[in-house]
């Protein structure tokens, strides 16, 4: 079952496409401060190694400036990381979506499936799996 | 019933469409009225970066960056309620001990000040009441 935020998203292109460039905004946001968490590291100390401002490096973190890809690679050095990047096929508007197998998520939910190929099929039906 | 499946939790909204209606185009009445406090050109990116971190919060079963998410007051049980936060804008949810991997967010409202508002907390309590004590 689908919530409004998505039915606003899949209203138009021009909505699915403003979705699309947050998602990343948040993903990229929330892998830094992973990374700072794991590092024992505030935003201050985080501007410290970066020999930029604690103000700067807020405006980047918080969404008000956006991030260039040299702001993110300073921010990934004073952090001893080495960011991956990977483009993947992102859903249709019918939900459906391709990809290489490790790159979905697949909770467990006590359903059984039936691998044909590649292809995965609920062996208890469809209904159950929705 | 209307919610959001993400790879680690389920994100349900405390209020639904009334039984037997049409769901399409239907939105919490809360969300609407929070954003009627937000000039109408700003609403698109006010949805977008709503739905952008409730499906980081669903996919990675929390968030971190202080300007997306924050605890907030107590709830009778002991534990907290959180915030998902989109500039003054806030979803006021917890994560359910009756219902495993749902975080509910009970209502959204735009802040008006700085502190949490009494009124937020009840209605976040009264809902918690109805949802974890049925």
């Not at chain 1, 699915?16 to 794991?38: D, S």
């Not at chain 1, 019918?94 to 359903?111: A, C, N």
């Not at chain 2, 991997?101 to 009124?119: D, P, W």
Request: charged share 30%; aromatic share 10%.
């Amino acid at each position: 079952m689908t919530d409004f935020l998505e039915q606003w998203a899949s209203r138009s292109e021009a909505n699915a496409k403003l979705l699309a460039e947050e998602v990343l905004i948040t993903e990229v946001t929330e892998a830094i401060w992973r990374a700072m968490e794991e590092a024992g590291l505030t935003k201050a100390e985080l501007a410290k190694k970066m020999e930029a401002t604690k103000g700067h490096v807020s405006q980047v973190l918080n969404g008000n400036r956006n991030m260039t890809l040299r702001t993110l690679a300073d921010i990934c050095f004073a952090l001893d990381r080495k960011p991956s990047l990977r483009l993947e096929a992102r859903k249709t508007v019918d939900g459906w979506q391709s990809g290489r197998r490790e790159d979905f998520h697949i909770r467990k939910t006590g359903l059984h499936y039936v691998q044909v190929d590649n292809v995965l099929t609920p062996s208890n039906g469809w209904k159950s799996a929705a | 019933m209307k919610e959001y499946q993400g790879a680690r939790l389920t994100i349900r909204y405390c209020e639904q469409p009334p039984a037997g209606t049409e769901h399409d185009g239907w939105a919490p009445e809360s969300w609407l009225a929070a954003l009627q406090h937000i000039p109408p050109g700003k609403h698109n990116k006010i949805f977008a970066r709503m739905a952008a971190r409730r499906e980081q919060l669903a996919n990675e079963g929390q968030l971190r960056s202080p300007d997306y998410w924050n605890k907030e007051g107590g709830l009778p049980d002991g534990k907290h309620f959180y915030a998902i936060k989109v500039d003054r804008l806030r979803a006021y949810g917890w994560f359910s001990t009756r219902h495993k991997g749902v975080f509910y967010i009970s209502h959204f409202a735009f802040k008006k000040g700085q502190k949490l508002a009494q009124e937020d907390t009840n209605r976040v309590e009264m809902n918690w009441r109805m949802i974890e004590k049925l």
